[in-house]
């Protein structure tokens, strides 16, 4: 009966340590981005939690991105060329977790996806933060 006790015990506590282990991270709510980027934590089960409050942070995320819409030239000059359509467009982000007590940073990582037709900027952006999701999780100790 004491065995029966203790396992029911460990599996009511088991998921508050595993969530008391998880790293804290800051996302700045006035970021578009990170919108993307918590949807894609949760997508790609990275296991950290997300605040918006930066004194609760163990980390702070901060990202930096470019884009380009393409151009209808380019796409026809490759279409011509090389048989398929290709605009040039693309989305680019640069993701950078910090320390927020030594400022470190302690991981970095770039995406850049290319999008080959016009007026999909939220597949790209959510392609994109996957992706740095997905590398971030892979680096996570």
Not at 2 to 19: C, D, E, N, Y
Not at 56 to 82: L, P, R, T, W
Not at 118 to 138: F, I, N
Request: hydrophobic content about 40%.
């Amino acid at each position: 009966m004491r065995m029966k006790t203790t396992v029911a015990a460990l599996l009511l506590i088991l998921p508050t340590l595993a969530a008391a282990q998880q790293k804290k991270i800051y996302l700045d709510p006035k970021d578009s981005f990170s919108a993307y980027f918590s949807s894609a934590l949760q997508k790609k089960s990275v296991p950290v939690t997300v605040t918006t409050d930066a004194a609760q942070a163990e980390y702070a995320v901060k990202f930096q991105g470019k884009d380009s819409n393409g151009s209808v030239i380019q796409g026809i000059a490759s279409a011509m060329n090389e048989g398929w359509w290709n605009s040039g467009a693309f989305n680019e982000v640069s993701m950078s977790i910090i320390d927020v007590k030594s400022k470190d940073v302690t991981f970095s990582y770039t995406c850049k996806k290319y999008n080959q037709y016009s007026g999909q900027d939220s597949r790209m952006a959510t392609s994109v933060a996957e992706c740095l999701a997905k590398h971030w999780k892979s680096n996570l100790h």
